[in-house]
């Protein structure tokens, strides 16, 4: 599965819905990184590839979204995106985690497997 575009209405059926809830609440069941990009950002062409891969990689596991913010600026204002691309990470207990900046492909995995996906139980191979 590649990463799915993500407009306003999409977002606040998937992820959080803004104007119903005061207070965070994730609506999916899946953790999910959420990349606040736009398509003339160069660090975000950086990005791009490489969350399409990890996409593929974590497929069932984690959801990666994308968010066009040249064309969703109510949904970059709410979350108050200054620089992009900014990188909402949700956890599979679906706590938020707001990062700016361009990783490369060994952080976001890291981030991934020690602060995304929960812990493989004991005997879980």
């Known amino acids: 599965m590649a990463t799915i575009k993500l407009n306003t209405e ?3 059926e998937k992820v959080f819905n803004y104007e ?3 207070d965070w609440k994730y609506q999916g069941n899946l953790p999910a990184i959420i990349d606040f990009y736009a398509d003339w950002c160069g660090p ?3 990005v791009a ?3 399409e891969e990890l996409s593929k990689e974590y497929e069932g596991r984690l959801l990666i979204y994308k968010v066009n913010t040249d064309m969703e600026q109510e949904l970059a204002a709410v979350f108050g995106i200054q620089s ?3 990188l909402l990470f949700i956890d599979a207990n679906g706590e938020p985690m707001l990062q700016p900046g361009a990783f490369p492909k060994h952080v ?3 981030v ?3 602060k995304l996906l929960l812990p ?3 005997g879980d191979n």
Do not use: D, N, Q, S
């Open 10 to 12: 999409g977002f606040k």
């Open 20 to 22: 119903i809830e005061k």
């Open 44 to 46: 975000c062409k950086m």
């Open 49 to 51: 590839p490489i969350l």
């Open 84 to 86: 992009i691309p900014t």
């Open 108 to 110: 976001f995995k890291k």
């Open 112 to 114: 991934i497997e020690e």
């Open 120 to 122: 493989a139980k004991m």
